[in-house]
């Protein structure tokens, strides 16, 4: 893949826990016009410090220039990018579907056992399915269960852990000293 | 010394004293070392002005006319100073006109604390009178931001605005302060902040990286350096002069790094950009290596980036990582203070002359002064130039002035032949291009240091967006020379629509108020001169002036500025006519 084709990133970016740092780092990329395709925020393997993955669909040579930006940001830590080939990562996906379907499209149990799908919940007007994994896994169910109605769909943003080490603690020591 | 200072720390931190939100914003900055604040009064910020008013021996709070003049006022005084400058505000309007000031700093890394009031926090978000989300507003143009709602936040708070604004690469910080945080009681105890753990300011000089410059400087045939504001805001001017005389390398400067090396200095080869000098433009696409210092090759500075020093090697002497290979892809990066990488550079660089390439800046710039310079300087036709304006400036300062300018084409033409003595004297609005900046920064500088000359020069434009700030500077007592360059037009752009939109001088033409009876009614002196007899009798009553003087000098109005880089174009294909 050259440096200048487009390709999806997931973003890691470290940072410490304070309001107001979500609009800071998405001013960056609205900025430049750049569209998130999934974010998701959460604490961090360190205490106190938070993690942002952001799932951008950039070139190499300006996902650099991104991730020069949001390092600049006095709260932010750390910021990495990876290529998905580079990391571990799961998406989840919810399908709400009418609890009468399982009984009358017979073929329903068939999909959801064939996906690895989990049922979430069941009861008389509904069911909830879970299914977690990769974009496209979670896109064929989807286009599996359709023809036969979803009541509500939503999937999660991207989470990841990469193949090669982060050296936040070593860092922030380092900062520190 | 030392044991000293641990000691005094200790016996600081021991001892706390129970007093007011608003009383601790006040100590807080006489902590800091703030002798002066611009600002403005309103309802949620009243409580700190009640406490101004009981420190005014010890802090001296200046009213501006507007929250836009406070910043710039601000920023005047960090320029001149290197010191943080502090603007305060209300909540609302009073918060929302100091953005343009923030993101002026922002983009010209000026360092400034802001502190806004702001409504109760049990009001926070509900619409509240004079309530604003300015902490979301000011997000994106400042380097760091943040909303205080308890008393006993604000010692950390505003130690860590301080210590942020003014290191690494300095920048604009806002903090926001609700009326009960300024309210409520606690024990005060003020610790400045020296560091915060997901901050790197300065990044360590590598040097590694020095000595791949060195070995790429010390086979340069023709090497070119361009210095930014980077060089003035590490105080590395000494260093750039020992380095450029050793190196023999023509040194030429961005518009904020005016001023660092003196006019008259023989390697000193002037100001590159869109209307800088002839010969650095030109030559930047002839070099083999270009060495870049504090500077972030702005669009103004490189025009088109595909035909912009594709020949030479770059080096990038830079504090902020960001800015590498951000516009021009560099071949080698040294990150970290100026002034450090240049003390490691010095003592690996070669003696040498480069007589023959630095003649080649010789020969374009007489070019230039034969058909630009000249004809600027020491016109012919009836009509008064701006630049005839600044030699008499030049001649009557001394080249010790500060020139202080707004935005447009007296801008142009005062960084291009204002002479430059002495450091930090160049204070303009690179970056941002803020009309209006002119006049309440010279009032910042001036009051920063009242022993040096300090002169305002605006256009006709550019004046009336803040000239209300006479008032500030009647009030004041500030004596700042105040000159206005008169066209009638708004100049810069009217000379656009001149070469690019086939003379359509849309909304450009100003019919101007007398601007001598405006000035007179601040009770400043003030004087009009139409005739280039007048001229430098005007300049020289005005420089001797102990007070206040406004000039006005009715200059010829359909004048441009040359040299010209148009938009999008080459530096190489820059234009004298």
């Given at each position: 893949m050259s440096a200048e084709e487009k390709q999806l990133y997931s973003v890691s970016i470290y940072t410490e826990?304070?309001?107001?740092l979500l609009n800071r780092i998405s001013a960056i990329f609205q900025r430049r016009h750049i569209n998130i395709e999934s974010l998701n925020t959460s604490p961090s393997e360190i205490e106190g410090v938070s993690k942002f993955t952001i799932v951008v669909n950039m070139n190499e040579v300006n996902i650099k220039k991104i991730i020069g930006q949001i390092e600049?940001?006095?709260?932010?830590?750390k910021a990495y990018y990876h290529s998905l080939d580079d990391i571990i990562y799961q998406i989840a996906g919810l399908f709400k579907i009418k609890s009468e379907l399982l009984f009358e499209e017979r073929q329903i149990q068939n999909i959801i056992k064939e996906s690895n799908a989990r049922i979430v919940t069941v009861n008389k007007e509904f069911f909830v399915l879970e299914k977690s994994g990769k974009k496209e896994e979670i896109v064929a169910l989807y286009n599996k269960l359709s023809p036969f109605g979803i009541m509500q769909y939503t999937r999660s943003g991207l989470i990841a852990v990469t193949?090669?080490?982060?050296?936040i603690s070593s860092l922030l020591q380092t900062y520190n000293n | 010394m030392e044991t000293q200072t641990i000691n005094q720390k200790e016996t600081k931190a021991k001892k706390t004293e129970r007093i007011s939100g608003s009383e601790a914003i006040v100590r807080c900055l006489i902590e800091e070392g703030v002798d002066i604040l611009y600002g403005y009064p309103g309802g949620a910020i009243m409580p700190v002005y009640d406490e101004l008013y009981k420190y005014q021996d010890k802090i001296h709070h200046v009213l501006t006319r507007h929250e836009q003049g406070a910043t710039h006022s601000a920023q005047g005084y960090a320029r001149i100073s290197g010191k943080v400058g502090v603007a305060m505000a209300t909540s609302g309007p009073g918060a929302t006109n100091l953005i343009t000031g923030i993101a002026d700093a922002q983009i010209d890394s000026t360092p400034m604390v802001c502190i806004t009031g702001q409504v109760p926090s049990h009001l926070?978000?509900?619409?509240?009178?004079?309530?604003?989300?300015i902490v979301g507003i000011s997000t994106p143009v400042t380097k760091w931001n943040c909303q205080v709602?308890?008393?006993?936040?604000i010692p950390e708070a505003i130690a860590k605005a301080f210590y942020i604004a003014k290191s690494g690469r300095p920048g604009p910080v806002l903090v926001d302060i609700t009326k009960d945080a300024q309210f409520d009681e606690f024990d005060f105890s003020y610790e400045k902040c020296?560091?915060?753990?997901?901050?790197?300011p300065v990044p360590a000089t590598d040097i590694a990286k020095v000595e791949e410059a060195a070995k790429l400087i010390n086979a340069a045939k023709k090497p070119l350096i361009v210095w930014g504001q980077g060089v003035i805001l590490s105080e590395a001017e000494e260093q750039l002069k020992a380095v450029i005389e050793k190196a023999g390398i023509p040194a030429a400067w961005t518009i904020l790094g005016a001023s660092a090396i003196p006019?008259?200095?023989?390697?000193?080869?002037g100001m590159v950009g869109m209307?800088?000098?002839y010969a650095p433009n030109i030559l930047t696409n002839d070099c083999d290596v270009l060495i870049a210092i504090g500077?972030?090759?702005d669009d103004r500075v490189t025009g088109s980036l595909n035909t912009y020093a594709k020949q030479a090697k770059v080096i990038h002497f830079e504090?902020?990582?960001?800015?590498?290979?951000?516009n021009v892809k560099t071949d080698v990066a040294v990150l970290g203070d100026a002034k450090t990488s240049l003390d490691l550079l010095l003592p690996l660089l070669n003696d040498n002359s480069h007589a023959d390439w630095h003649q080649k800046f010789k020969d374009l710039y007489q070019i230039e002064y034969d058909k630009v310079i000249k004809n600027d300087i020491?016109?012919?036709?009836e009509g008064l130039t701006m630049g005839e304006v600044l030699k008499e400036i030049n001649i009557q300062s001394k080249g010790e002035a500060a020139i202080v300018t707004d935005v447009g084409q007296h801008q142009m033409v005062a960084c291009r032949y204002a002479d430059f003595?002495?450091?930090?004297s160049n204070i303009t609005s690179g970056g941002?291009?803020?009309?209006?900046?002119g006049l309440p920064a010279a009032i910042g500088a001036k009051m920063a240091a009242p022993e040096r000359e300090v002169v305002s020069i605006s256009g006709d434009g550019g004046y009336q967006m803040?000239?209300?700030?006479l008032g500030t500077i009647f009030q004041q007592k500030a004596a700042v020379k105040v000159v206005v360059l008169n066209n009638d037009f708004l100049g810069m752009v009217r000379q656009w629509q001149q070469l690019f939109f086939?003379?359509?001088?849309?909304?450009?033409?100003m019919v101007n108020p007398n601007f001598v009876a405006i000035a007179e009614g601040y009770y400043i002196k003030a004087k009009k001169v139409t005739k280039r007899e007048e001229l430098a009798p005007a300049v020289k009553e005005m420089m001797e002036s102990k007070e206040a003087y406004f000039l006005e000098v009715c200059v010829e109005k359909e004048d441009n500025v040359f040299p010209m880089i148009p938009s999008g174009a080459s530096v190489s294909d820059i234009r004298l006519e």
């Open positions: 826990n304070n309001i107001g600049k940001q006095v709260e932010v830590i193949k090669e080490e982060m050296k | 926070l978000g509900s619409d509240a009178f004079q309530e604003t989300d709602t308890k008393a006993s936040q020296t560091q915060v753990r997901s901050y790197n006019t008259s200095h023989p390697l000193n080869v209307h800088g000098n500077m972030r090759f504090i902020d990582p960001a800015e590498v290979d951000k020491h016109p012919t036709k003595n002495v450091s930090k941002l291009g803020t009309m209006g900046f803040t000239i209300q700030e086939d003379k359509r001088y849309a909304s450009t033409e």
